[in-house]
Every structure is written in structure tokens, then in C-alpha cells.
């Protein structure tokens, strides 16, 4: 059995994991959102995220442990996200469960966030075949080849903005509470995609990476020609949203033909978008391949997907010393 933290951003999170025959069974996964007191300042203010975390962690970890019905002495390792993130809000996790694994004299695993989400489609099966994977969060966007644990290849990212960034920042000039994701998709159903063209960026020299803020950029000119934006919100929610999952959609695809894989794993806080999953399943399987979605409550920040990176890591390596510290910049995967 593994327990894991997780703050790297606004949301303090715990799970406890334990491998069952091939598959992994998630006992217990708990988070604690601060959404509420960061949409009063429209994004996530890091001293106030930090403090939260200080004051939530030890009651969460206690109320994992009496969900899951077992106590600290039937816990095998402990681990928890170093990074990306904010530094002052990872420390907190970081720390809380270093502390747990010295005074219990067990094993410690520190935990790349995005191999969290990386993996989070994959939480049933407690196993990670090969395929293409496409993570769209509030702080990254990526396209990875996967040839097994740990063998990650970046075949795209961002050049700017990150999907979720980009619906958030969207979300901001129109007004609507932060985050804007899934506001823009509620607003969205209403409207109609066809109604505004915004741009859609083909980077020449790099034909998988995204770029997300001439789109940004796109909106804002249109709102300053409109006299009354707010009456076109559906429409702009709908259009914008359009262009972000094309361009998601189309270069996933191209990539998947590039590398071979027929399978492509959806993660990421925007892996909960509809209209995208369904645009990426259709095209899939008009390209003869298989989308594998991430559990709804695995897709935005969670301590589930970071206690199934634990348990395939204590699988795979060995734990890591105490001396490791947070990576606020940690990178998963290179070209
Ligand atoms: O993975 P996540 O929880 O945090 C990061 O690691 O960044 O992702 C949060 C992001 C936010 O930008 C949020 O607006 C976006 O995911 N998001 C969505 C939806 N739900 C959350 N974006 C589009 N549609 C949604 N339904
Ligand atoms: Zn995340």
C-alpha cells in the first residue's frame, strides 16, 4: 500500500494505492479544492495556495487513513509530487511526506506531476502498454510517445500558452469565474462553433507543437469589435473552444501516424472537456486507432495518479533518498 500527496497547484490531495494481481486499487483518493478562494483573484495566488496546503495536509492524510480503514503502520511507502508547480506549494506536500516516511522508517517516492497525469488513463489496469499520449493541463500541453514505465518521448508541446492556460485566459476576458475551462464548455454547448474563425497555428518547422496565443490574441480583437460581447457568448465560447480542440485533435492524429501508435491516451485538467473527447474519438477511429480517456475524477489534479506513479516506481526503481527536493521546473520527457 502507497500513500501519496499532491499540491503542486490549488488542490491539497491524498490517495492510498495497493496492487491487486495485475491491477491497481485506488482505496481512497481525497482532494481538498481551494478554487473557491482563489476565484475572488481570478488564478491561483501561490502564497495563499501554500498556507492552505500547510493547514489541510495533516487532516486529509488522517481522513485517507480512516477512508481506507488501515493506519500508518500498514502503509509501505509514502511519496508525493516535486514538481512542475508552484515551489512554495510543493514544499508543503514534499515535506509532509518525507516526515511520514522518516518517522515510519519506510521507502519515499518523489513524483513527477505529469507523469501523474501521464498515467492517470491507465489507473484500472495498473499497467502502461505503448501509445501516444496527449496531456492537456492548466500548465502544460504535450504529445508523448510511450514505449513503456518511464520510456517517454516528446514528440510536441506548447510554444506558448497551455490549453487549459489558453481557456482560462479566455474565460478571464469574457468575464466568466476562473478557471474558465469549464465555463467555457457549459457556455459553449449553446453556441455555434462556426459563428467567429479564429486562427488555428501551423508551425512550419514544427508540425506537433501547439501554440495557443495568436488564438488568445484572436479573441481579443474580436471582443473589441463587437459593441455587446456578452450577447455573442455562446457563439465565442463555441468558436474558441473549436479551435483549440482542432488543433489538439488534427496534429494528435498526425503524431500518432508518425510513431506508429494506434492507441492515444487523453489526460490533463481539459481531458474532462466533451466536446474534445468526442472530437478525438471520432477522429481516431476514422484513423483506424483507439482513444483511452481518463477517468473523470482522475482529470484534473488529483493524489490518485500521483499514487499510481508511486506504485510503478517502487515496481520499477529504486526509492529516493531524502536529500531530493522539490523541481518546481521538472521535465518528463525530451525530443
Ligand atoms: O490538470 P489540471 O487540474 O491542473 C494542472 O496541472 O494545470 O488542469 C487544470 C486546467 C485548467 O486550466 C482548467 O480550466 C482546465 O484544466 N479544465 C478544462 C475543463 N475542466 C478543467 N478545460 C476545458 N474544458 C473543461 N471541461
Ligand atoms: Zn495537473
Redesign the pocket.
Known amino acids: 500500500m502507497i500513500l501519496a500527496i499532491e499540491s ?2 490549488d ?1 491539497t490531495a491524498v490517495a492510498i494505492i495497493r496492487r491487486e494481481g495485475q491491477t491497481a486499487e485506488l482505496l481512497t483518493s481525497l482532494i481538498s479544492s481551494q478554487i473557491e478562494i482563489h476565484r475572488q483573484y481570478g488564478g491561483v495566488v501561490p502564497e495563499v495556495a501554500c498556507r492552505n496546503h500547510a493547514q489541510r495536509i495533516r487532516p486529509l492524510v488522517q481522513q485517507a487513513l480512516d477512508d481506507a480503514g488501515v493506519s500508518l503502520d500498514n502503509i509501505a511507502a509514502f511519496a508525493a509530487t516535486r514538481g512542475p ?1 508552484l515551489a512554495s506549494s510543493l514544499l508543503v506536500g514534499l515535506a509532509y511526506a518525507k516526515g511520514l516516511a522518516v518517522a515510519s522508517d519506510k521507502p519515499f517516492f518523489g513524483i513527477n ?1 505529469m507523469e501523474g ?1 501521464l498515467l492517470s488513463p491507465f489507473l484500472k489496469e495498473g499497467t502502461i502498454p505503448p501509445h501516444l499520449s496527449l496531456i ?5 500541453t504535450m504529445l508523448i510517445s510511450v514505449q513503456a514505465h518511464g520510456q517517454y518521448q516528446l514528440i510536441g508541446r506548447t510554444i506558448d500558452d ?4 489558453a ?2 485566459k479566455v ?1 478571464r476576458m469574457l468575464k466568466l469565474p476562473y ?4 465555463e ?2 457549459k457556455h459553449a454547448r449553446e453556441g455555434n462553433p462556426k459563428s467567429f474563425i479564429f486562427p488555428r497555428a501551423h508551425l512550419k518547422d514544427a508540425p506537433f507543437d501547439f501554440s495557443f496565443s495568436g488564438l488568445k490574441t484572436a479573441v481579443l480583437y474580436q471582443l473589441q469589435k463587437l459593441d455587446d460581447p456578452q450577447a455573442h457568448l455562446a457563439d465565442l465560447c463555441a468558436s474558441f ?1 473549436d479551435a483549440v480542440i482542432d488543433a489538439l485533435v488534427k496534429k494528435t492524429i498526425k503524431a500518432a501516424l508518425q510513431t506508429g501508435h494506434t492507441l492515444i491516451a487523453l489526460s ?3 481531458a ?3 466536446a ?1 473527447q468526442e472530437a478525438l474519438t471520432c477522429a481516431a477511429q476514422n484513423a483506424g486507432m483507439k482513444v483511452q480517456p481518463t477517468p473523470p475524477a482522475l ?3 488529483n493524489a490518485g495518479m500521483i499514487a499510481l506513479a508511486a506504485l510503478l516506481a517502487s515496481e520499477n526503481r529504486p526509492s529516493d533518498s531524502l536529500e531530493i527536493g522539490i523541481d518546481p521546473n521538472l521535465v518528463l520527457a525530451t525530443p
Open positions: 503542486s497547484c488542490e508547480g506531476h497525469h492537456v493541463s492548466g500548465g502544460h497551455a490549453g487549459g492556460e481557456f482560462d474565460g478557471p474558465g475551462g469549464p467555457i464548455e473552444q490533463g485538467g481539459v474532462c472537456n466533451r474534445l482529470t484534473t489534479d
